[in-house]
């Protein structure tokens, strides 16, 4: 951890007000839960091709649920780690403060943020593609493989965004909001090639924020971002907080 940059780091936080933080697979890799195109990717032994896109669910359903059931299953053993606790806390700790993820597996959401904005939706929703119902779906492992709708009998799809669907668009324009007007921006655990959310940070930038990476590997972003901890996320926002704590109590008692 490089404590200078923690420092400064903590020093811009501390009189910021509208923060923002953009999530990947990254920040759940701690609770044990697979990254996309890491080691162990979950695209390893499958293809994203084959996988998360509606030609292959069009193709072959119960293939795509069953790798569906699989990761809610990884999923449902998994707890949040301090990266999401940490987030969880900021929700409070800044006049304005925006948690966006393209995570699917609800970890900010079970460590307390609020209302995180899910740019790729949520692997414990299903969705009727024909009424557009959706419904939260928790059962682990699922009782019927494909799932289908209890009111109209159509197999019923997860909700989320595939490769090659649009991004919901008011979600999608919130999310380009709410970066295009915080001081700083987090960018955490994501491999940052997956457009539009990947398109997120550099409007941020454009609009003066201050860029934070953490990331245990460069990114197609390392090279415009203002810090780079090249870090496992837990670890580095637990720390951070710490100094920003220490920060703002200090600054209490000069106050006093
Ligand atoms: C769309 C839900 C319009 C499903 C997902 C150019 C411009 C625009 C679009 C495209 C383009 N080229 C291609 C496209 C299309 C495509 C795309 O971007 N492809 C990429 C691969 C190039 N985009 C789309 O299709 C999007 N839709 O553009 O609509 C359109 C319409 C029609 C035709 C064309 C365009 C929809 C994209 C959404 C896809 N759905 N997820 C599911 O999960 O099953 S994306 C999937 O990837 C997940 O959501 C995931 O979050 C996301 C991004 O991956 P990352 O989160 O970054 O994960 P990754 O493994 O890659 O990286 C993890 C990082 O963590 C690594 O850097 C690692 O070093 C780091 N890390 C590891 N351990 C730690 C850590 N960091 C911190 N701490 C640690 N401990």
Redesign the pocket.
């Known amino acids: 951890m490089n404590e200078d940059a923690l420092d400064e780091l903590a020093g811009v936080l501390v009189s910021a007000t509208r923060v923002a933080v953009l999530t ?4 759940s ?2 609770s044990g839960i697979p ?4 080691a162990q ?1 979950l695209w390893k032994r499958f293809r ?1 091709e084959e996988l ?1 896109t509606p030609e292959a669910f069009d193709r072959d359903p119960r293939l795509v649920w069953e790798w ?1 059931d699989w ?1 809610r299953r990884l999923i449902a053993e998994a707890v949040p780690n301090e ?1 999401h606790k940490t987030l969880a806390v900021w929700q409070k700790a800044f006049p304005s403060f925006s948690l966006i993820t ?3 597996d609800g970890l900010h959401g079970l460590a307390g943020s609020a209302d995180p904005i899910e740019l ?2 949520n ?1 414990w929703k299903t969705r009727c593609p024909f009424e557009g119902t959706v419904r939260e779906n928790r059962e682990v492992p699922l009782s019927e493989l494909p799932p289908r709708c209890p009111d109209c009998g159509r197999l019923l799809r ?1 909700h ?8 919901d668009s008011r979600i999608l324009d919130e999310a380009f909001r709410r970066c295009s007007s915080c001081q700083v921006l987090f960018v ?11 398109a997120l940070p550099q409007a941020a930038a454009e609009a003066g924020a201050v860029i934070v990476e ?4 460069p ?1 197609p972003l390392s090279r415009t971002a203002d810090f780079c901890f090249r ?4 670890r580095m926002l637990s720390r951070l907080d710490r100094r920003l704590e220490a920060r703002r109590r200090s600054s209490a008692r000069r106050t006093r």
Not at 35 to 38: D, M, P
Request: aromatic share 8%; proline share 8%.
């Open positions: 990947g697979a990254g920040i890799a701690e990254t996309f195109r890491g990717g994203a998360a569906y990761r990266g393209q995570n699917i790729h939706g692997i997860p989320v965004v595939w490769f090659g669907e649009s991004l955490v655990g994501t491999s940052a090639v997956v457009h539009p959310a990947a953490v990331n245990p590997e990114t870090e496992p996320s837990g």
